[in-house]
């Protein structure tokens, strides 16, 4: 995780909703392989039952992922947080590193990174491009057969939520991009962000009645939405200026 050397004025809190525009869908019930359910590779317990099942979901996902693309969306975040001076923290809960690729530089993810594995032995977490075997050897310690996906599964404790929350406190813009507004703790970010002073504006491909007030809405395709509101942010008519 890259946290910026200051504290940022600009969140940009994103979920599946971004990723599934870029093509990258990874526990959407529609896309697993037969036969599977999401609790069978969500949980540190079926992990423990099948290794072999688990590790083989997330393999085959990490090579759809390296066959996506960022989208205008991501590509207009990383624009954003360029013209503006680093000025903006991305909180995903997104496992791609689709925000990466465009060119963010502050990315927490806080359910952890699909192109990461971590070594239960010594407990570092190293990057993986390629499958995770049984065989595959921890890059730090050298011992083979004990490397796990770096994802925060069900049960599990968030990734970065001291660093997300310190940036909530004195944030001046929440962006909610992609990720259901209405649910926790989404919820209580806005709130959260709002008490603060904050801005709030939500971004999704369809808006809930039941989210909390923010101060501006905007329906329909992120890739859409998002690079438009990022130019009138930055007050520009469009990234080449
Ligand atoms: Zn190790």
Redesign the pocket.
């Known amino acids: 995780m890259t946290l910026p050397s200051k504290l940022p004025s600009i969140i940009a809190l994103t979920g599946g909703g971004l990723a599934r525009e870029a093509g990258f869908a990874p526990f959407d019930p529609a896309t697993l392989p037969t036969g599977l359910r999401l609790e069978d590779v969500l949980t540190p317990d079926a992990f423990r039952r099948n290794p072999t099942t688990v590790r083989g979901f997330y393999n085959r996902r990490r090579r759809e992922l390296l066959a996506c693309q960022p989208s205008a969306a991501h590509e207009a975040l990383a624009a954003l947080d360029a013209l503006r001076s680093r000025e903006v923290l991305v909180v995903t809960r997104n496992i791609d590193d689709l925000h990466e690729r465009a060119g963010s530089q502050a990315v927490i993810h806080t359910h952890g990174e699909l192109l990461k594995a971590q070594?239960l032995?010594?407990t570092?977490v190293s990057e993986r491009y390629d499958d995770i075997t049984a065989e595959t050897a921890?890059p730090?310690?050298g011992?083979a057969g004990h490397l796990r996906p770096h994802i925060v599964w069900v049960g599990e404790e968030p990734l970065g939520m001291a660093a997300v929350y310190q940036a909530l406190a004195q944030c001046r813009l929440l962006l909610v991009i992609g990720i259901p507004s209405h649910t926790e703790p989404v919820r209580g970010f806005i709130v959260d962000a709002t008490r603060a002073g904050a801005r709030t504006v939500e971004l999704n491909a369809e808006l809930h009645p039941d989210a909390p007030q923010l101060a501006e809405r905007f329906p329909g395709s992120i890739a859409e939405t998002l690079p438009a509101y990022a130019r009138k942010l930055a007050g520009v008519t469009s990234w080449a200026d």
């Open positions: 070594c032995i010594c570092k921890c730090v310690c011992n």
